[in-house]
């Protein structure tokens, strides 16, 4: 799709938002109140949307109820300890939280990562991509009405999260990374008990196809619900599945991989052109299915050697700014580091995706029906965590 | 019931109904944070299936629940919320606070933003430690609260001091 | 991310901006900026893949669109602030109650600026990336810079430029007390509404740590093997 083309639909699609919205049926206005305790937000997101009958005219999250203030936590703290908080920021892909961070701060020191570590973070990142995004699989159904793939989604994702526990003694927040490699290494037999498990979570994407893609009420509560053109989407900043989606074909995975192998694999950056909350949900599911076989072709690869480097005991990160991106299963997800020289860091800004990604919707979910908003919610894909910090 | 508020009622009733309470708790799930997923995973999943233990994790509202399990951070913009769902709940009503972030503040202790404990607004009856704790320990902080409520007078419904699991 | 190394082969020098510049990408784009905003474009800086741009407040907003459309950065990443002032309570690594009698010792409040310069106590960066086109080619990705008047710090919005500005500027506003002119609602974004102070300006204390002494003080012990020289 050409760009002009695609501005083309973009102006027609809010085109037809608005007079959808002014010319039909006018009632008397009503404000919905959704949250912010309520199970299709996904924590504590409260949404007020201005009603026209059944018709959205204008949605307004309202966050904050989860805001914890970590940028200002982690100036108080030293870089071991921030780890430790920045691991809640995205509670079901805490291990993938903590990579750029201690990425940002490899590169102000210097330090060189042993291939294997290098390696193990890599696996241990798509892991934590897989116990993320299963739980996106079976929770889009249940927003629509399908109450069985979460149950499939909780069942299999137990096994990912018993890979980790194995490996970094966390179901959900391993504090796994250190400045300079890994806090250990692969327990005996890992290896191949992940290459069970990922059989496994290859089975789980299959079972989901047949039960949800193809459904007919799946289908007509997802296509064409909630389509975010490419202009809109790179100008609100999206980013991940919910980029691609849109047919952006852009990963930092490929395009800047920055001190992680995936330039070393062989795999494929999956894009849909509609940018649709089917598209989105297909997307990921592809994504999940890629990652299995990234981690067995990890597996396969792995270097051997230490997984530490020599770093000081006490961790002092030379003055100067930093920031580093890796993609993330939410999304683009950055840290920019200011260092002065100390034990702590002097400011820390962290760019989370679901920030950037639940921005969009006041402008997605205007002349959407109410049932709408909570699949574009869902497919949206955000922690509550990761978007207020 | 008034038979239960003058606090009269013979023993072997009173424990016939605390039997019947205590294997019929619904349970309105306040998931926050983090703690929310293993709270969903202990009531959602197959693995730990929570319903063996005859609690029933489906009102839609506070209005149907008898015990609310507080998981994750509480922030000064969410405790007006908490309190008045709390306030919704018909008694007799129990709280459980799933996770340090909900008991004490957990890592955000020195945060701007986070109430420091959410005994500081509502009474609560289990304190489940860990952060997150696995599904396990919210299991025995459920199975601790149904032998609170086995032994239970009523009419001391309040007196009795918080449980701690661990 | 071949420039990344380079930095590895300089350690001695304090600036290893000038070895990383070699970037092509970078020093084109830095003579685009300078061609569009001529005097308002104050400083640059090149390190590690990363190009950092400072420009004069007056123009944030002309600075924006020229990132947008001449550099094709049309991927907004995000803006924030930075408030360069050291914290006048240190890292907050000790309570007042550490210090009975004498009351907490005296700070350095010198104010040093980082990368690509500054010249008051707040600065406001933002950054996007030109993402489409180039699969697999790596991504031109810039982070603009401004100074903000110490009295009143008020800056235009980005809102026109970047839609994804919106919540990005309420929570500068919220954290920093940056005014942003032309934006159509700053209100708080992430604190209840009677919530006074800007919280990450070094000056407003935690004030947990001001009555707690700190318990993570030493958390680094001896590992019994360890023989490596404590830094």
Redesign the interface.
Known sequence: MSVTEREQRAFIAAAAADARVNVELETEGMTLNIGPQHPATHGTLRIIARLDGEQVVAAEPVMGYMHRGYEKLAEVRTYPQVTTLINRIDWLGSFANEVPFILAAEQLMEVEVPPRAAWIRTILFELSRLANIALFLGDMGVQLGALTPVFFAFRDREFVLNQIEAVTGGRFHPNFDRIGGLKDDLPKGWIEETRGVMVKMRTFCDELEDLLMGNEIFEARTRGVGVIPADIALSYGLSGANLRASGVDWDMRRDNPCGLVYDQLDWKVWTHPDGDSFARYWVRLQETREATYMVEQMLDGLPAGPVMAKVPVIIKVPAGEAYVATENPLGVMGYYVVSKGDLGPFRVKIRSASFNNISVTPWVMRGVYVPDVITILASLYFILGDIDR | MGLVESGKMPAPLTKLLNIGRKYSLWVYQ?????C???M??AF????YDVMRLGVIPFP?SPRQADLVVVS??V????VP?ILR?YEQMPDPKYVISMGSCANCGG????????T?GIDQIIPVDVYVPG??P?PEALLEGIVLLQERIANEDMTARWKGDPIVVG | MSDTDVTDTDVSEPDAGDAAEADPRHIAAVATLADVLGEAMLDHHSQRGELWVRVHHDSWQRAGYALRDDLGCRWFDFLSAIDWLPSPFGRDMDAEQDWPTSGPPARDTTITHGVAGGETRLQIFARAAAVEGNPGGGNLAVTLKADLPNENPAIETWIPVYAGANWHEREAWEMFGIAFIGHPDLRHIYLPGEFEGHPLRKDFPLLARRVKPWPGLVDVEDMPSTDEPRS
């Open positions: 306040w998931g926050l944070a983090c929310a997923i293993e969903g995973a959602g999943s197959p693995r839609a994750g951070t922030t000064d913009k969410m919320s769902l890592p955000y202790w020195d945060s701007y933003s986070v420091k952060c997150p696995r």
